[in-house]
Nanobody
């Protein structure tokens, strides 16, 4: 079974860049079964899909976040990472990494989530 674990800072300042890493075990991020995603949930709001990196390295971004986000991977460590620039308090959220079904992009496996607070 695939397991995912997020890591990164819990508190960042406005205007800074957030970087989070997802470490995957129980499956390779280069396998064609899955695509890999970052999803967040601001307080009191629903889940917001942010970006995806496919098994072949192709990337896809939410139009609303595309100008500020990027996703990358390190296949040697079986990790993929999120980067969000120009942070504002509205970026405060629980951030999840997830493995999605490669056809319908349905989340199959989730990390436990990590709280990120943007505050000075």
């Amino acid at each position: 079974q695939v397991q995912l674990q997020e890591s990164g800072p819990g508190l960042v300042k406005p205007s800074q860049t957030l970087s989070l890493t997802c470490t995957v075990s129980g499956g390779s991020i280069t396998t064609s079964y899955y695509v890999w995603s970052w999803i967040r949930q601001p307080p009191g709001k629903g889940l917001e899909w942010m970006e995806v990196i496919s098994y072949d390295g192709s990337t896809y971004y939410s139009p609303s976040l595309k100008s500020r986000t990027s996703i990358s991977r390190d296949t040697s460590k079986n990790q993929f990472s999120l980067h969000v620039s120009s942070l504002t308090p509205e970026d405060t959220a629980v951030y999840y990494c997830a493995a999605l079904d490669r056809v319908g992009w349905v989340p199959l496996y989730w990390g436990q989530g990590t709280q990120v607070t943007v505050s000075s």
